[in-house]
């Protein structure tokens, strides 16, 4: 069974820097581009960051310079690392995985992505 398992969100002040991971089981890891979504009330999911399999990334612009996304092959474990947080940056975060094997994919298109974990909130206060 295919699972992801999103931890560390939570209350932070404007400036915080969390970090976030998900955990995957159920398939062959290394395989699959990862990558992070969040959903705010009210709003679309968005693309936050990807990692293809080769180590690629890509970011939306709203968090370039700010967020760091990576992965630990080995522990199976992907990370997103949030630094100097806005208010705005409150949302649930999602892991997610790539649709297909060996395929690479950009932060554009949740539809790129065929499994998801159950979500993380964080939330920024000023």
């Known amino acids: 069974q295919v699972q992801l398992v999103e931890s560390g969100g939570g209350s932070v002040q404007s400036g915080g820097s969390p970090r976030l991971s998900c955990t995957a089981s159920?398939?062959?890891?290394?395989?699959?581009?990862m990558g992070w979504f969040r959903q705010a009330p009210g709003k679309e999911r968005e693309g936050v960051a990807v990692?293809?399999?080769?180590?690629?990334?890509t970011y939306a612009d709203s968090v370039k310079g700010r967020f760091s996304i990576s992965r630990d092959n080995p522990k199976r474990t992907l990370y997103l690392q949030l630094n100097s947080l806005k208010p705005e940056d409150t949302a649930m975060y999602y892991c997610a995985r790539g649709r297909d094997p060996w395929r690479r994919v950009g932060v554009t298109r949740p539809a790129d992505f065929g499994v998801w974990g159950q979500g993380t909130q964080v939330t920024v206060s000023s």
């Open positions: 159920g398939y062959t890891y290394y395989t699959y581009a």
């Open positions: 990692i293809n399999n080769d180590g690629s990334t």
